[in-house]
């Protein structure tokens, strides 16, 4: 007998596909049904590599699933919800037509719902797994905590969105775990890190309301996602209250509970509860105590020990540990016109105390004739009423000085100063073998002083050369004096041995003869000589490197001369800009003497 | 004898008979078996189960030895009933006219929910609509009214706050998981059972299916891409002009793109005025047709020879010659001769040349090795950022944001709104592969037709709605 012969696309790229319509058609449900449950579901559909033979033959780019995602979904539980709520928008749509409306009524408040904390548990086995996730859910669920209730989306959602990223506030806050701020144009940027886990999201300036195009983007596809989003932000939330000993759902203020919905009509109001909501401190487990501080690094053998690496590590734990405490005990008062929400949220993160104009706004905590408020914040030019006792600085000080994990000097942000430019946080670390200017580097580094010392002020470079002559001559004169001091307290100190001394010669000697026969000699230290010590090193290295196996010691030279490279114009690149600084300054100089020379002829 | 022999093996039972048909299939098919299996089985059905019953129905413990003296039967006295008493005992009874009806199997009744027949009293009787009466004057049933509604409120209550429970979050879902809820049965849960054999007696409906993985783009490609530093509200100079001319390469990209497009597709046909476009439509119409005699398009009389000449004289078929030919192929052979020398006195010298072939060739395979891997490592590059085709609609392209100088205040009081985050989520979920990309089709609202029918009284009101319809319009 002939075997059975094979069917064309039964095996391979062919079977392993499968169109949308196949799909519909497989899990019985409608294209709205399937749109939902793919997105609850985390099914995507994918790119086949061969689309010809994926689509079995026929043209055009289809939308393909994978067969085993398609039976993936054949086992979900939901399906069969899917399929109930079917049959109740039926009822309701003809109870609707026949005029029924009790009966409708009815059905509405029966109408099921779908428990899908079970899907959030399955896409994301340990929550880990769900943090790594959170970027996109806290930008979509900030977005649409500013949305009023709209045509496409369920009138909870915007609401428990609201709940839910000040409740995620409240836990970064607790756990001090934010660690950079960009201020865009498209919103503030954060990241945070939470168990190791780098989380970034954008929330939106906020700007009143605006309707968006219809044909741009599908709200009922965005809420969708939303509505998983707020399931994982939700039981995200429950264990970070929980690791971090709070009690979960935190009673906030009145405005972001569901009852008190109708209340709030107003917007404004609305953002000002908010705010409160977020400067007030939560409860704590009964019995537990504060977060106690992370100890220091343990260091453990591995074989990766690279000593560089381990003290960069070090360093940037103290580091992270200077940020967490950086407004720690600091009051702060922010004035009415600047964005609070922002600078609340930031500066309770690092510890500082934040308060506003209680006439304004609700939820102030103190007072703007409070004394011990040390910065006032600030975004206007002026102010008729300024205390001594505080600075008044405008906003970008703190998100610099966050960024720059110290407590910035306030001089370029003081009320009405021209800002330094607001430097994004996310630059690649790696890629800083690059040639920066002195003044971006100054700009970045606060600790950063161009070598060659010279007064960079203007007014400074505009004194005329004989009052530097002068102050150099002063500087030496100081100097002088001060060697001077040097010397004569080197001399003060024999001296005295010497009074002692005369007091019994004789006596001294025997003591000297004494104790040279009971002397002992002191040990000499084994002096390690720097330059011999660098030697070693370098040959140790140069060992290590010909021990780069064979099979990455092209990839390690490319890398090495890619390296060289780069130094090479970097400093090239300075000393261009060195020789050009000198001779700017030297022209300079000629100007002043002939303009001098001219003054004096005159 | 061979008659006799003959006849036996016919007689004799065929080995392979066939049960084609319904006929021949019940004339050849022993079913007693299977017919007493059913008996019994309906018997089973019907007086219980052999296995089932308890020994004390099956079994009677003897007592009775057979050394020992029968004991005389101790018989219950009973006492002669009245007649009264014996009435009385049938009255709980099924009467014998019933017992027909009912069921003698022990097979369960398929169908338990029968239509339940109205009892006595379902009905409100005389006597309930005086007790009725009574209470509605005493205030009992009005009492009861109150606690009903009371009760309906409490239960609507109840009803919302369990579909609130979905936004309270009460529970860690990531805490160890118990293995009931893995599926494991619950008599498995123990801890002498191996960990094989509880997951082998998962039943198959709760067995968790491993998640394929998600498509590649979705992994490696990040949710919130990092800003550049141009972007931010207060920029520094140098980043700032980065972007615009991040901005302004990418506009002449597209403008290129655009030239092109346009130099393939519209200026590949040229162009004609309308006037032209209908001259030259007139000319090819009127092919053929006589002309208007024009002197200046005359051609100028040539000079003849009186000699007819035609226009198209016909073509000669002139032979070659025995000469000519010889003379073509010798040339021929010629060439072909000196092409031969030439590739043998190449084949000698090409011996001394093989050095610089090698050379060659090894010149040749390194530039094309070199060109395979700069070509993958180009391919790699742009799978990379490459847009998934998902659907015949392609997801837009990433564009460099552009920040209006003019915006660039310096100061977050002045900040204004350019972009559209939504959209950019949107458009980014789309990028990784997430969504289809698509174009969000506008459903256009039908317009419904009004007209009056046939014969229908029309009033002025009616009128006036369909002028105010109209005046809306």
Known sequence: ?602 | MTVKTAKTTATKKRKRVSKKSKASWRKHCDINDVEEFLEDQRLEERLGKFDEKPDEELFIVDTTGGDVDEKPEVKPDLKAKSFKERKRAQLAETPKCFEVLLPTSKVQDPNKKRNTVKQVGSKPSDLSKLTEKRQLSKGVLSRKLEQTKVNRKLAIQKKKKSKTVRQSFDKNIWDAPTLESKGIPETLCNEFVSTEAQLHNVPTTKRIRAKPQLPKTLLTRAAIEVPHPGVSYNPSYQEHQALLSEVVQHEQKMMKRQAHLNRVTTNMFSKVTQGEKEKQWQEEMSVGLPQPHNPSNDPDPEPSDNEYKAVNPPVKNKKKDHKARRKQREQLEEKERLKRAKIEKKKITDLYRLRKIQESLKKQESRQCERSTRLASKREEKAATALPALNKHRPPEKEPEFVDPAILTGDLRNLTNTSNLLRDRFESLQRRGALAASKVMMKKKRKLKSYFKPGHKVTEQDIKKYIQKLDKK
């Not at chain 1, 169109?19 to 609850?40: E, G, P, V």
């Not at chain 1, 500013?146 to 000040?166: A, E, M, N, W």
């Not at chain 1, 007014?459 to 001077?484: T, V």
């Open chain 1, 1 to 602: 007998m002939v075997s059975k012969r094979k069917k064309k696309y039964s095996t391979g790229e062919g079977a392993q596909f499968m169109t949308r319509k196949a799909a519909l058609k497989k899990l019985q449900l409608s294209l709205k049904d399937f749109r939902r449950i793919c997105i609850l579901k985390g099914i995507y559909p994918r790119e086949p590599r061969n689309r010809k033979r994926a689509q079995k033959g026929a043209g055009g780019i289809k939308t393909l699933y994978h067969t085993k995602d398609i039976k993936f979904l054949l086992h979900e539980p939901i399906i069969w919800k899917l399929r109930e709520l079917k049959v109740f928008q039926q009822k309701i749509r003809k109870a609707r037509a026949m005029r029924e409306y009790g009966k409708m009524r009815k059905y509405f408040s029966d109408y099921p719902e779908i428990n899908i904390d079970h899907i959030v548990k399955e896409r994301y086995p340990t929550f880990v797994d769900a943090l790594r996730d959170l970027d996109d859910c806290l930008t979509l669920c900030f977005l649409f905590s500013t949305f009023p209730s709209l045509k496409r989306v369920p009138r909870d959602q915007s609401l428990l969105c609201r709940r839910l990223t000040v409740e995620f506030m409240h836990a970064i806050i607790a756990a001090k775990a934010l660690r950079k701020v960009f201020v865009s144009v498209k919103g503030y940027y954060y990241q945070a890190e939470i168990e190791g886990q780098t989380i970034t999201w954008i929330v939106p300036h906020h700007f009143s309301f605006k309707p968006q195009n219809k044909d741009e983007v599908d709200f009922k596809i965005m809420s969708t996602f939303v509505e998983f989003y707020i399931m994982v932000l939700g039981f995200v939330n429950f264990k970070l209250f929980h690791s971090l000993n709070l009690v979960y759902p935190p009673k906030l203020t009145a405005g972001l509970n569901s009852d008190a919905e109708k209340d709030l009509v107003d917007e404004k109001a609305y953002v000002a509860e908010r705010v409160a909501a977020m400067n007030m401190s939560i409860a704590r487990v009964a019995g537990s105590n504060e977060a106690e501080e992370l100890p220091d690094i343990d260091v453990f053998n591995t074989e990766d020990n690279d000593p560089e690496k381990m003290e960069e590590a070090k360093k940037e734990a103290e580091k992270i540990k200077v940020l967490k405490t950086m407004f720690k005990g600091l009051k702060f008062f922010i004035n009415r016109e600047v964005p609070r929400e922002p600078l609340v949220f930031i500066i309770r993160c690092f510890g500082g105390e934040v308060s506003w104009d209680r006439d304004h706004f609700v939820g102030a905590t103190f007072d703007e004739s409070d004394e011990s408020i040390a910065y006032q914040i600030v975004d206007r030019p002026s102010m008729d009423k300024q205390y001594l006792s505080r600075y008044y600085v405008q906003p970008q000080w703190v998100f610099d000085s966050v960024n720059a994990r110290t407590l910035l000097p306030i001089n370029k942000y003081l009320m009405g100063a021209v800002l330094p430019p607001h430097l994004s946080p996310f630059i690649d670390k790696t890629k800083d073998q690059v040639y920066m200017p002195p003044e971006q580097r100054a700009l970045n580094d606060p600790n950063f002083k161009p070598l060659d010392d010279e007064p960079s002020d203007e007014e400074i470079e505009e004194a005329s050369d004989e009052e530097k002559e002068e102050q150099s001559e002063q500087e030496d004169g100081e100097e002088a004096l001060a060697r001077q001091y040097k010397q004569e307290m080197e001399q003060d100190s024999p001296s005295e041995d010497d009074d002692d001394d005369d007091q019994d010669p004789d006596k001294k000697k025997a003591a000297k003869e004494k104790k040279k026969a009971m002397a002992v000699t002191t040990g000499v230290p084994v002096k390690e000589h720097p330059y011999k010590k660098e030697i070693e090193d370098k040959q140790a290295f140069r060992l290590r490197e010909k021990l780069v196996p064979k099979k990455h010691r092209n990839l390690y030279k490319s890398m090495k001369a890619g390296q060289e490279k780069r130094k090479k114009e970097i400093w090239l690149l300075r000393k261009k800009r060195r020789l050009h600084d000198e001779k700017v300054s030297e022209e300079k100089k000629a100007v002043k003497r002939k303009q001098k020379m001219q003054a004096l002829e005159a």
